[in-house]
C-alpha cells in the first residue's frame, strides 16, 4: 500500500470510530453502517463477499450468506464496503480496494488499541479473539506482525495455507520445531508453547468439527528484534 494511502485510511478509520463515540473493542461494522446511513442487506445468490451501490441518495450494503457460520467474514466485508464508501474520490480507482481492505482492518483492529492489547496479552491470539470478537483469527494474527517481529504460519488440516514473517530478513519456509508445534496442537486441540536455543514456538487450534486450523507465531531467540 501506498504510503500516503495508508496514512489517509488510518486517519479516516480514527475520526470514523470517534465520530461513532465507539471507544472500545469490540468494534460492530453492522452499527457503523447503521449509524452511517447504510442499510445493509443479505443476498443468498451473491457470488461475491458483498458490494455497496447508492440509488437516489440512499446507500446500500449487499452481503453474501454462503457463509451464514462465519460472521467475521461480514464483519470484514461491511467494514470493507464502508471504506469503499468513504474513500471513493479520495483514492484513485486503481488504489481503492486495496485501500478498502486496509479500512477494514483499522475499523476492526483499531492500531492503537490493538498495540496496547496485544502488547498486555503478549501477543496472545486467543486472548486477543475475546477482545476482538468481530475479527477474525486469521485478521488478528497478520495484524500482530505489524506491531512486534515474528513471523506467523496457518495450517488448515495439516496443509500450508498462509505464512508471512515481519522480520528484516528472508526466514526459512519452516523449522523443525514448528512441524512438532504443528503435530502437536492437532493432537491436543490446545494451545502449545515450544522452544529452543534458536526460536519459540506459540500455536493455538482453531477447530471446527470438519475443520481444523491451526495458528502459530514464531520468534527467534536472542536476535535483540
Not at 479500512?103 to 486477543?128: C, Q, V, Y
Amino acid at each position: 500500500m501506498v504510503p500516503d494511502i495508508a496514512a489517509l485510511v488510518e486517519q479516516e478509520a480514527r475520526a470514523l470510530l470517534e465520530r461513532m463515540d465507539i471507544h472500545a473493542p469490540p468494534v460492530d461494522a453492522y452499527l457503523i453502517a447503521n449509524k452511517l446511513g447504510l442499510t445493509v442487506q443479505i443476498d443468498p445468490h451473491l457470488k461475491t463477499r458483498g458490494y455497496s451501490r447508492t440509488r437516489w441518495d440512499m446507500g446500500t450494503i449487499v452481503v453474501s450468506s454462503q457463509n451464514p457460520n462465519k460472521s467475521e467474514r461480514k464483519q470484514f466485508t461491511i467494514a470493507h464496503e464502508i471504506g469503499e464508501v468513504s474513500l471513493k474520490g479520495r483514492v484513485e480507482e486503481a488504489h481503492l480496494e486495496g485501500a478498502s481492505n486496509l479500512m477494514a482492518i483499522n475499523l476492526l483492529l483499531p492500531g492503537e488499541w490493538f498495540k496496547r492489547d496485544a502488547e498486555g496479552s503478549g501477543f496472545d491470539l486467543l486472548r486477543l479473539k475475546k477482545t476482538y470478537s468481530t475479527a477474525s483469527h486469521e485478521l488478528i494474527a497478520f495484524r500482530m506482525l505489524e506491531f512486534r517481529p515474528m513471523i506467523v504460519t496457518i495450517f488448515d488440516n495439516g496443509s500450508l495455507y498462509k505464512r508471512k514473517s515481519s522480520y528484516p530478513f528472508t526466514v526459512r519456509p519452516s523449522y523443525p520445531l514448528e512441524s512438532q508445534c504443528l503435530r502437536d496442537v492437532t493432537l491436543r486441540g490446545e494451545k502449545v508453547s515450544l522452544k529452543d536455543e534458536e526460536i519459540s514456538v506459540v500455536g493455538w487450534p482453531v477447530f471446527r468439527e470438519d475443520w481444523k486450523r491451526v495458528i502459530f507465531k514464531t520468534q527467534f531467540v536472542g536476535t535483540g528484534l
